[in-house]
C-alpha cells in the first residue's frame, strides 16, 4: 500500500576473566560469497528486510517468547509493554493510555500539528499507545520531538521514517519504539529544542526507560542510535543495523562525567552489511551486550573511552576478510596503561575467521548490577537463530506475529 494523506484520527479506549569463548575458523571464500538467505549462512544475504521467511512463527528469544505468534496481537498490542528486558525493563510505554490511531503521513506544521499525524499524537501530555492505519512513508519536517508515556507500534503497517529529520527523545522518561524502519535520515534547520537537528536516527538524550525493539535501521547522516547525557535504563534489541558508519554511540563526551550512571543493555540485535564501527561506542557506564549477531564492521565492533564496562556475553563475531580488521574491540584516548584496567569482559562469545577481543580489568573483579536487569546469554552458536527476526517484523491482524 502507498504513502497515505488522510487526515482524521482515531482515538480507541484502552483499559573472573575465565574466557570462555570459542574460536572458530571460516574459509576466507565463504565470507566474501555467501550470499544466502537463511540463519545458516555465514554472511547472511541482506536486503533493508533480509529473505522473506514464509514458515511458521517461531519465538526465537526470551523477549519475543512474551509476545510473537499469537493470533490475537493485534486485540492485545499492549502485552507487549510487558516484555522488555535488561536495564530497559521498567519500559511500559503508552501501556497506561489510549490506542490513537496515526491517519495522516504529512508533517507540514511542526508548531500546531494537524490531529491524525505522528507528531500530533507523540507530543501529548497523556499516555499514548499510538499505532497506524496502514503502510506509510513520513518524512519529517523537523526533528520528532517525543512526549514521555508513548508507544510506536508500526506492526500491521510497513512504517518507513525517511528522507527527513529523525527521532528525538529528550528529557521524557518511558518511550517504547517497536517495529518500525529509519533511514536515510538527514539533519534539518530549526525546531523547538535547537536550531539544527544532528541527522540521528534516533536520539536519546537525558532520558530514563527507554526500549527500541524491531526497529531497521541504515543510512543515517550521523548515528543510527545515540544515547547520550545521562541517558539510562535502554534496552536496545531486536534491532537489524546496515549500511552506515557510526552506528551506536552511547555517551557522547569524555568530559560529562554524568554518564558515569548509564546503564544500557545491547541484545538480540543483527549487526549487518555496511556495518563500519560502533556497534556500539561506549562511553563511561556499564554496557551489556549479549547475544547479538555480528556479521559486518570494517574498523571494529565494539569500541570506547572513558573506561566504560562492557561485558560481551553469547554474541557471534564474524572477522572482515582483512588481517588488519580482525580485532572487535578498540579503545580510544588512552595508553595501554590506562586501559587495561578497563573492564571488558568477553564470556562465551563465538569468534569466527580470525575474530578477536582483548579483554581488560582486574579478572577478580566482577562488576554486576542486580540480576534482574542482566538478560541471561544463550551459548553464542545460537546467536543467528535468536537475531533471525530482527528488524520490523511484517505482522497482519489476526495472523501470527
Known amino acids: 500500500m502507498g504513502p497515505s494523506s488522510s487526515t482524521g484520527v482515531l482515538v480507541i479506549k484502552g483499559g573472573d576473566n575465565n574466557n570462555s569463548s570459542t574460536e572458530q575458523t571460516v574459509p576466507e571464500s565463504e565470507v ?19 529473505t522473506k521467511y514464509r514458515g511458521p512463527c517461531e519465538k526465537t528469544n526470551p523477549i519475543d517468547k512474551c509476545w510473537r505468534c499469537r493470533k490475537d496481537w493485534s486485540n492485545d498490542r499492549r502485552r507487549l509493554a510487558q516484555c522488555a528486558l535488561g536495564f530497559g525493563r521498567k519500559t511500559t510505554g503508552g501501556a497506561d493510555g489510549r490506542l490513537y490511531v496515526v491517519t495522516d503521513n504529512s508533517d507540514d506544521d511542526f508548531l500546531n500539528p494537524r490531529p491524525g499525524t505522528l507528531r500530533y499524537a507523540v507530543i501529548q501530555r497523556e499516555p499514548l499507545w499510538i499505532i497506524f492505519a496502514h503502510d506509510m512513508n513520513i518524512k519529517l519536517n523537523k526533528e520528532l520531538i517525543m512526549a514521555g508515556n508513548k508507544t510506536i507500534d508500526g506492526r500491521g503497517a510497513n512504517i518507513h521514517i525517511a528522507y527527513g529529520a529523525g527521532i528525538t527523545i529528550q528529557f521524557v522518561s518511558n518511550v517504547i519504539i517497536h517495529g518500525i524502519h529509519v533511514h536515510h535520515v538527514v539533519p534539518t534547520s530549526g525546531g523547538l529544542i535547537r536550531t539544527q537537528s544532528d541527522g540521528d536516527g534516533i536520539s536519546i538524550f537525558g532520558s530514563t526507560n527507554v526500549w527500541i525493539d524491531h526497529v531497521s535501521m ?35 563526551s569524555d568530559s560529562f562525567s554524568g554518564d558515569q550512571f548509564m546503564q544500557i ?25 549479549v547475544n547479538n549477531d555480528y556479521t559486518h564492521w570494517r574498523l571494529y565492533a565494539i569500541g570506547g573511552s572513558k573506561h566504560p564496562t562492557i561485558i560481551s556475553q553469547g554474541n557471534r563475531f564474524i572477522a572482515p576478510p582483512e588481517k588488519e580488521l580482525k580485532q572487535v574491540t578498540k579503545r580510544d584516548y588512552a595508553a ?16 569466527m575467521n580470525g575474530a578477536y577481543f582483548i579483554e581488560s580489568g582486574n579478572p577478580s573483579l566482577k562488576p554486576r548490577p542486580a540480576k534482574k536487569f542482566m538478560l541471561t546469554p544463550k551459548p553464542a552458536v545460537l546467536a543467528t537463530r535468536m ?3 530482527a528488524g520490523a517484523l511484517e505482522c497482519t491482524a489476526r495472523q501470527p506475529c
Not at 224 to 236: H, N, P, Y
Open 32 to 50: 566474501e560469497n555467501s550470499g544466502g538467505g537463511n540463519s545458516n549462512t555465514t554472511r547472511r544475504g541482506l536486503r533493508q528486510g533480509k
Open 265 to 289: 543493555t545491547v541484545a538480540y540485535n543483527h549487526f549487518g552489511q555496511g556495518l563500519v564501527q560502533r556497534m556500539p561506542r561506549c562511553r563511561w557506564g556499564f554496557f551489556h551486550v
Open 387 to 389: 537475531t533471525r527476526y
Open 218 to 252: 541504515s543510512n543515517c547522516t550521523d548515528g543510527l542510535i545515540d544515547a547520550i547525557q545521562g541517558s539510562t535504563a535502554v534496552t536496545l534489541s531486536n534491532c537489524h543495523f546496515t549500511h552506515h558508519n557510526d552506528a551506536i554511540l552511547l555517551g557522547a
Open 336 to 351: 595501554e596503561t590506562e586501559w587495561r584496567n578497563w573492564i571488558w569482559r568477553s564470556e562465551g562469545d563465538l569468534f
